[in-house]
């Protein structure tokens, strides 16, 4: 086999590997906590009509999180913004606002809240702690119990 047909069949095979992973944004794990599971739906919100974030819930190490995914094609078109993450119970109970610990974050994860024993949700929202103000773009997951 010449060495072009090995190029060409060596790339055939990589391009299913690379097709299948595209896109897919892959969480890390929160402080203090390497096993969590996602639960719920996924919330998204936008932000001067460009889709901004991703909103998730999880749980794990007894506790549930909120996980916030700055998309990167907010961050190819945007030099700065402010991203919070906070579990909520009984649809408007703040339990454990995180706020990116830098300029322009790419991900949030809350501290993590003791309620799963709660109907709890995340929220997520473009703006500082330890609230969204009014107008502040917000999303919010389904609600789990």
Excluded at 25 to 37: D, E, L, M, N, R
Excluded at 79 to 108: F, K, M, R, Y
Aim: hydrophobic share 35%.
């Amino acid at each position: 086999m010449s060495s072009i047909a090995k190029i060409a069949a060596a790339a055939a095979l990589a391009v299913p590997v690379l097709v299948g992973t595209a896109g897919t944004a892959q969480a890390s794990t929160p402080a203090g906590c390497s096993s969590v599971t996602q639960i719920g739906s996924t919330a998204t919100f936008s932000s001067g009509g460009q889709t901004m974030a991703s909103v998730k819930q999880y749980k794990g190490c007894n506790k549930n999180y909120a996980y916030l995914y700055v998309w990167q094609g907010y961050r190819n078109t945007h030099s700065s913004w402010d991203v919070c993450a906070t579990v909520l119970s009984n649809s408007h109970d703040i339990e454990d606002v995180s706020c990116g610990a830098t300029q322009n974050p790419v991900e949030v994860w809350s501290f993590g809240a003791a309620t799963l024993s709660k109907c709890t949700q995340a929220m997520g929202w473009k703006g500082e702690g330890p609230f969204p103000d009014p107008g502040d773009p917000v999303a919010k997951t389904d609600t789990r119990c």
